[in-house]
């Protein structure tokens, strides 16, 4: 078991199992086969069913098959918090290397820079066998060059990863991150005890919600005592409740005035 060890804003390390290669390897094949599955339905859909002509049809065909199979891997991992839907069936997500959830930001790099996926949106304008064979035979060349980055960094990072400063992690870890950090604060009666936790970033947050999940792990209150302190600190509040439990309701007042913005 490979275990990294983040640190984050708050002086904490955390701690997190890497997705075991062969996970990855099968993620992706999943992902791969679902857009090959959806490449040939669409174009048997379109040209076969509808009818539609092949000539004269380029931008159409770029716009409802290939656009959406080269965004497949930003909005899945967008949307899933980290995951595809490989992802999500072998149980790996990404992080970001400060603990939290990725920005944006990360997630369009990780994005832009598989390389190897862009045929996806030039290769399949016009459908054939030759094509989706070449695009096989491309896709296996490269991910040649992405297995011996993955090896050769020392977290299992490919080119994305490194660039955007994320990390693969297995969630069926005792050490794996939370799936997200939003709860159901519903009760209309809620009474915000910190308002001052807006002043918190979201990777604050999500740190947040990592070291009070890893704490209750460990049976031990050691990282949220510490994270307890610092964040009295720099928020200049004050509360008599125990470390986990101030902790956890900074999480809820932080859920119930987000969706009250």
Known sequence: ??????TTAFNIDLEFEIAPFHKRLLAYLIDFVLLIIYLLAMKSLLYDGLNI?????VGFDMLVISLPMLLYSLLFELWLNGQTIGKKLMAIRVISLDGGEPTLGQYILRWITKFFEWPFLFGYMVYSER??????????????????IISATKKSQRLGDLS???????????????????????????????????RLS????????TVIIQSKK????????????KVKQVLAIQSSL????????????YNYLATKE
Do not use: C, H, W
């Open 53 to 57: 002509s092949r000539e004269g049809n």
């Open 218 to 229: 460990r049976n031990s209150d050691d990282m949220s005592y510490r994270v307890e302190a």
């Open 131 to 148: 094509s989706l064979y070449m695009y096989i035979f491309i896709t296996g060349f490269f991910g040649i060059a992405v297995i011996i």
């Open 242 to 253: 125990s470390p986990n439990d101030f902790l956890e309701k900074l999480l809820e007042d």
């Open 164 to 198: 955007a400063g994320t990390v693969v992690v297995d969630t069926t870890s005792s050490l794996s991150i939370a799936d997200t950090v939003f709860m159901d604060v519903s009760d209309q009666n809620y009474k915000v005890q910190f308002p001052e936790v807006m």
């Open 1 to 6: 078991m490979s275990i990294i060890r983040i």
């Open 202 to 209: 979201d990777s604050d947050i999500n740190t947040i919600k």
